[in-house]
């Protein structure tokens, strides 16, 4: 739950709650910094296929999170979807993958290579895989 914050603007009183989980000048936490790596299904589907096969190209992974995703925007051509899918994973998933180590990408060549992430990460990433292969299951 965040702070709840009081500011005075004239005579009415002004209630927010802070969203950030604590004050403006603290550092993100291990488990925040592993769930936003996780946050974009993008990212998640195109690590599912990563760990199951270590290397693949930018378009195999495009086209393979595009199908993934292809629930989402059905109503995009799918020549689209794929080439909207391929630019996001090269300028906004590849890079925050390979700045934490997870993956590393040859942007000459345009492969991916997964790499052994720890032993959290992976565990989180498995339990997110379970969760959306089966997401009803009772625990």
């Known amino acids: 739950m965040g702070d709840v914050i009081n500011s005075e603007h004239g005579s009415d ?7 950030d989980g604590g004050d ?3 550092e993100q936490t291990v488990v925040d910094r592993l769930l936003g790596i996780l946050a974009a299904q993008r990212r998640r589907y195109a690590l599912y296929y990563l760990r199951e096969h270590d290397v693949a190209t930018v378009d195999e992974l495009a086209r393979l999170v595009s199908e993934e995703l292809e629930d ?17 994973l090269r300028h906004v998933d590849l890079p925050k993958l390979t700045a934490v180590g997870i993956v590393e990408y040859d942007y000459r060549s345009e ?20 969760i959306e292969r089966n997401p009803f299951a009772a625990d």
């Open 111 to 130: 492969t991916v290579r997964y790499r052994q992430p720890s032993a959290r990460f992976a565990t989180l990433l498995e339990s997110c895989a379970e």
């Open 72 to 88: 989402a925007s059905a109503s995009t051509d799918t020549d689209d979807r794929v080439d909207e899918t391929r630019l996001a």
């Open 13 to 19: 009183a002004e209630c927010r709650i802070r969203t």
């Open 24 to 26: 403006t000048g603290s």
